[in-house]
């Protein structure tokens, strides 16, 4: 009766795929996680629906189920008639355990009705997250074929910008324009104001002398971080120079 209320439940898969056994220094919950990636692995290369070990306790109570049956650990004919009943034909077992360090990674698709081996494989990988998903991936495309996994290099970041000496000589030299043309307009303006007696005359000149001196300021700081490494720093003085003299 147990039996046929098995068989009525279990919406048959045809793939059992068993948590990963973790050998020492592997973290135990990388069996069910490994598991989890196996099963995505086989449905998408066979098709069929894999029954996980979880599946098997939650919702047919597989060990309460095997006791009222009388099955102990070595029946394994009464086992594999529950796992007949389940609808069962194939399990995929596999392990994964440190050595030398890497990551070794067995896996075998055995037929539990005859309790023999289909298929195995075994790699290594290195001890990191990504290569050893690659090496379980490769694994289940050697037992079940289909397309072969690849790995996927990740994007490079974006390099991020950063100000060189010639971006700042830009900005000196953008700067000087505009404090050399600011200079010219008050001069100008001061010059006007004392054809005309005005007494505000003598501080807007100042003020154009101020935005002059500025400017040959950052005329010469603009040259030099433009040819720094460059021609001689005396070529800095070169603006200064010109930009006096048109003051002047």
């Not at 919950?29 to 086989?42: H, S």
């Not at 023999?116 to 490769?138: F, M, N, Q």
């Not at 079940?144 to 000496?165: C, D, K, L």
């Amino acid at each position: 009766m147990v039996l046929v209320a098995l068989a009525l439940l279990a919406a048959p898969p045809k793939i059992a795929v068993l948590d990963a056994r973790t050998g020492p220094g592997v973290d135990p919950a990388m069996g069910p996680y490994l598991a989890q990636i196996l099963a995505k692995e086989v449905q998408s290369r066979t098709g069929a629906a894999p029954l996980l070990s979880a599946d098997v306790t939650a919702m047919l109570g597989f060990e309460r189920n095997k006791r009222m049956l009388g099955c102990s650990e070595e029946d394994s004919q009464c086992l594999a008639e529950i796992t007949g009943a389940l609808g069962v034909q194939e399990v995929l077992a596999s392990s994964v355990a440190i050595a030398g360090g890497r990551y070794l990674v067995s896996m075998s698709l055995l037929d539990p009705r005859h309790a023999r081996p289909l298929k195995r494989t075994a790699e290594s990988a290195p001890i990191d997250h990504d290569a050893l998903l690659l090496v379980v991936r490769r694994s289940a495309w050697e037992i079940f074929g289909g397309p072969e996994p690849v790995i996927i290099a990740a994007a490079a970041p974006a390099p991020s910008w950063r100000p060189t000496r010639r971006t700042w000589a830009v900005v000196a030299g953008g700067g000087a324009l505009a404090l050399g043309g600011a200079g010219a307009i008050v001069g100008a303006n001061a010059l006007s104001q004392a054809h005309a007696g005005s007494p505000t005359a003598l501080a807007r000149a100042h003020l154009a002398d101020g935005l002059f001196a500025a400017a040959v300021l950052a005329a010469g700081a603009g040259a030099y971080l433009w040819f720094a490494g460059g021609p001689p720093a005396a070529v800095a003085v070169l603006p200064a120079g010109v930009i006096v003299a048109v003051a002047w």
